[in-house]
């Protein structure tokens, strides 16, 4: 990871980060960070006392937990936190494009992706000409490639400190920051038990540091059950023997958390859901000639205004599982209309069919589509809907909410924890009266709020 230069500071970070793995005390305290899952600390210095005095968020995303998963499958800790506190039981609406690395930069930055820069988790920037890939570890941890200002930076640069375990993009640093805290990912171990509860006792070891050195926002990402979802189908039984092992550790977590004794507001949310794949592969270039365009799955670059109005011309009536627009022409309800690195034209399925550029290269057998997809508008395809939960001392209790897009989660996660946020795409508004100040600015009362 290509870290900012930071002296001396940088190197006792680094040999703190050495200690920490073999499972060294936090400033003498009772706990130890597990070293299964070892952080990287950079000193930002203490809290603040006006961020001393605020609340705790922990905030947990479980990847590809599809809104409905939690009544279908009996999620006991789950749906006793919505009972607690708020939740969405007709689910959250995801950005379009409902995948991963997407949605869940829009949470912590209220931004939609053509404003943040993810357009996909895959894709190209013909300015640049680089590609960008959730798994290229040298483009991740590059923050140049993200806009906005994530909810960990803002934290910090309002002299609060936080972590992240795990959260896609907390690894780069964005808008001049890094988590205090941060885990560098690796997918063959994140998924093991040992690091799924090093995720737990990590946020609980930070939690007992002195109040002027913990972090008052955890950020903490799960990648189950979206692995099982597009591997054996939304209905299989490995997944939902993982969406009970989530919610198991979600009732882990709970606990944990409770036993510290600290006011923490929990959010458990997803980044989107998951549908069983219709058909077989739809591919681009046997409805269109793509022999002078650079692709990234299913986006298409031309190199010429020639080139694209041609491959949209070829396509626009090509089949019914997708439309196609030229990139100023997408609908604006789906926000993804103003960047270039989602190409031109854009193709956009009209169901949940998989939707491919290019077959395989001549010799090369093909392979059916996975089970499981996402990717698809959350207006057109239900099962893309993701998860709300919430409980916490900032939280009223017993309430749910109606689907909501989860761009306005950033607006709602800075005001439980007093912070400012820049201008984004969210509104407080929406999650307002989920809290028991109703969205109040500080000073104001809550009788003027509502007035």
């Not at 926002?217 to 189950?224: C, G, M, N, P, R």
């Not at 298409?300 to 396509?315: F, H, I, M, S």
């Not at 031109?344 to 169901?351: H, K, L, R, S």
Request: aromatic content about 8%.
């Amino acid at each position: 990871m290509r870290l900012k230069a930071m002296g001396r500071v940088a190197l006792a970070s680094v040999l703190l980060a050495v200690g920490l793995a073999a499972g060294q005390r936090l400033a003498g305290q009772d706990a130890a960070l597990n070293p299964a899952l070892p952080l990287t600390h950079v000193d930002h210095g203490a809290n603040s006392p006006a961020a001393q005095r605020q609340h705790y968020v922990v905030l947990v995303s479980l990847d590809g937990f599809r809104w409905d998963y939690a009544v279908r499958d009996k999620a006991t800790h789950l749906l006793a936190l919505g009972k607690q506190g708020v939740w969405a039981p007709d689910g959250m609406l995801p950005s379009y494009p409902s995948l991963t690395f997407p949605n869940h930069f829009t949470i912590v930055t209220g931004l939609y992706p053509e404003h943040h820069g993810l357009v996909a988790n895959s894709f190209l920037d013909t300015a640049r000409q680089e590609r960008y890939g959730i798994a290229d570890a040298k483009a991740v941890t590059d923050g140049s490639w993200y806009s906005g200002t994530p909810l960990w930076s803002l934290a910090e640069s309002q002299g609060m400190r936080t972590a992240c375990l795990l959260w896609p993009g907390s690894e780069a640093e964005i808008a001049g920051f890094r988590p205090t805290w941060y885990a560098r990912f690796d997918g063959k171990t994140e998924s093991t038990a040992a690091v799924q509860q090093a995720r737990i006792d990590d946020a609980v070891a930070l939690l007992k540091l002195p109040a002027a050195e913990r972090p008052h926002l955890i950020a903490i990402y799960y990648s189950e059950p979206d692995h099982e979802g597009h591997m054996f189908g939304p209905d299989a039984a490995e997944t939902r023997a993982a969406v009970a092992k989530m919610d198991g550790m979600v009732g882990k977590l709970k606990a944990a958390l409770d036993a510290t004794g600290l006011p923490i507001d929990l959010v458990v949310v997803s980044d989107h859901g998951m549908a069983h794949v219709e058909g077989g592969w739809v591919t681009l270039d046997q409805f269109a000639d793509l022999k002078d365009f650079e692709t990234a799955g299913a986006l298409l670059y031309g190199k010429t205004e020639e080139d694209r109005a041609r491959v949209y011309n070829q396509l626009k009536k090509a089949s019914p599982e997708f439309v196609v627009y030229r990139l100023k022409n997408v609908p604006a309800q789906l926000n993804y209309n103003q960047n270039a690195r989602a190409g031109d034209p854009v193709v956009i399925a009209t169901g949940a069919y998989a939707i491919r550029a290019h077959g395989p290269a001549a010799g090369k057998t093909d392979q059916a589509p996975i089970a499981g997809m996402h990717g698809f508008d959350p207006q057109k395809v239900a099962e893309m809907k993701a998860s709300f939960f919430a409980a916490g001392p900032d939280i009223v209790e017993g309430k749910t909410v109606a689907p909501f897009e989860n761009v306005n989660l950033y607006a709602w996660l800075a005001h439980m924890l007093g912070l400012t946020p820049p201008k984004n795409d969210g509104s407080l508004n929406v999650l307002a009266g989920t809290l028991k100040d109703g969205g109040a600015e500080p000073g104001e009362s809550l009788e003027n709020k509502t007035k």
